[in-house]
């Protein structure tokens, strides 16, 4: 496999293998780019969205931009056996200032390994990369990245992958009290958990549910339409989100133990000096009639034992989701 450095770029044939030129793309019908643009998948717009959170992480830690200048800088040993988060950049010709071309989490892939295939013309993604370099759309490419741990790899896989799985309620049981009702299937393994709860977000009327003046010439009839719209909820409910609120790491006892003694606690045995997590989902379990108790969610995902007293795995969090955890101390 031939690698080519940056100086040597420009040598090139733009007759590229699979990537299509200025008068291919001229051939296309318009209808058909317009068909498949419309066919993007629910996938495609999912890995748009990650990038787009991995990008938040970068920006949040404030690195600095480094210029690709040669194969030597992915050969380095700090790079060779590295996993990290890490950008793709680059600038033009007119504007100095450096754009995000592609982000990405490196977790089961050394970084200078990753990295050089996006430098690679080979490569697909280095195929891009030079071809826009070649055409004078770019300037300079730059990368950066933050080295991370195995631990937090998974942390933000269990941010960014895994679902969020709901805790079911008993009926109430001695009046005012309910019980969790764990599901079956999770892990008999040391590994990583989060627990949140749903919370709906109110929000001021929508302009058009404020009551419209009645028109002169229409005195003393009644504007059924803005009566109506203004009989309905008068305050529009966003849909709702769930709000991390606890990370836990199952190093000693297994994943389905931790959660068990989170939420086997029995109301009965709650007490007002309870703190943290446990508190929190005791009280929850007190409703008053007529009232649920607030929604509540868990998701894991397994981690070896050794890798799990590595790395910052709650600002880890923290830095991914942009809030605190309310009940990490």
Request: charge should be negative; aromatic fraction near 10%; proline fraction near 6%.
């Amino acid at each position: 496999m031939e690698e080519y450095p940056q100086e040597d770029w420009g040598n090139h044939s733009q007759d590229l293998h699979g990537y299509p030129t200025d008068q291919e793309l001229d051939e296309i019908p318009v209808t058909k780019r317009t068909l498949k643009i419309k066919q993007e998948s629910s996938e495609e717009a999912q890995k748009r969205d990650i990038m787009q959170n991995i990008v938040q992480i970068l920006e949040s830690v404030q690195l600095k931009w480094e210029l690709f200048q040669s194969w030597t800088d992915f050969s380095r040993l700090h790079l060779s056996n590295k996993l990290a988060i890490f950008g793709i950049g680059y600038n033009t010709r007119w504007k100095e200032d450096i754009r995000y071309h592609y982000a990405e989490i490196s977790s089961q892939v050394p970084l200078g390994k990753r990295l050089r295939e996006y430098f690679n013309s080979e490569k697909p993604e280095g195929r891009i990369i030079m071809t826009r370099v070649q055409k004078m759309n770019w300037k300079n490419v730059y990368y950066k990245f933050l080295e991370i741990t195995i631990s937090e790899a998974r942390c933000l896989e269990l941010h960014m992958e895994i679902d969020w799985i709901p805790i079911a309620h008993s009926k109430p049981t001695g009046g005012n009290v309910v019980q969790y009702l764990l599901p079956g299937g999770i892990p008999k393994s040391p590994g990583l958990y989060a627990i949140g709860y749903e919370e709906c977000i109110e929000r001021p009327p929508s302009p058009h549910l404020e009551r419209r003046p009645l028109d002169p010439g229409k005195e003393g009839r009644v504007d059924l339409e803005t009566l109506s719209a203004q009989a309905s909820l008068q305050v529009e409910i966003e849909p709702t989100r769930i709000i991390y609120c606890y990370l836990g790491i199952a190093e000693v006892r297994t994943l389905q133990q931790c959660l068990f003694l989170h939420f086997q606690a029995n109301a009965k045995t709650f007490s007002k000096d309870w703190v943290g997590i446990n508190g929190f989902l005791s009280q929850n379990c007190i409703v008053d009639p007529g009232i649920s108790p607030k929604s509540i969610y868990i998701k894991f995902v397994e981690v070896e034992r050794d890798f799990l007293s590595a790395g910052s795995l709650v600002e880890c969090l923290e830095k991914a989701i942009g809030y605190p955890l309310k009940f990490n101390n």
